[in-house]
């Protein structure tokens, strides 16, 4: 059974950091497309993140790059999101998402598996 697990979220002043953690467990995560997404209130899913299977590609969203940082340990089976410079436009919900095989996707559909969030909070 997939499971991925979110943690890491919370509450920070703009200019802060956070590092969220995905925890994922029921398959072979070494070899699946990891990804995070956003939904902001009001708002549609976003794209932000993704890492290859053996993380040696990665790929950011032009409202993140040079804050945001994915990696992954997959000895541990644990994917990260390391946020710096934190805005209040960042505020969301952070869900993680697998894709089994492949190449990179930005399309949430493309992906099997999601967990159930983290929330993100950044004030002014």
């Known amino acids: 059974q997939v499971q991925l697990v979110e943690s890491g979220g919370g509450l920070v002043q703009s200019g802060g950091s956070l590092r969220l953690s995905c925890a994922a467990s029921?398959?072979?995560?070494?070899?699946?497309?990891m990804s995070w997404f956003r939904q902001a209130p009001g708002k549609g899913l976003e794209w932000v993140s993704t890492?290859?299977?053996?993380?040696?590609?990665?790929y950011h969203a032009d409202s993140v790059k040079g804050r945001f940082t994915i990696s992954r340990d997959n000895a541990k089976n644990t994917l990260y999101l390391q946020m710096n410079s934190l805005k209040p436009g960042d505020t969301a919900l952070y869900y993680c998402a697998s894709k089994d095989g492949g190449s990179y996707n930005a399309d949430p559909q493309r992906y099997d598996s999601w967990g159930q969030g983290t929330q993100v909070t950044v004030s002014s």
């Open positions: 890492i290859s299977p053996g993380g040696y590609n990665t």
């Open positions: 029921g398959f072979t995560f070494s070899t699946y497309w």
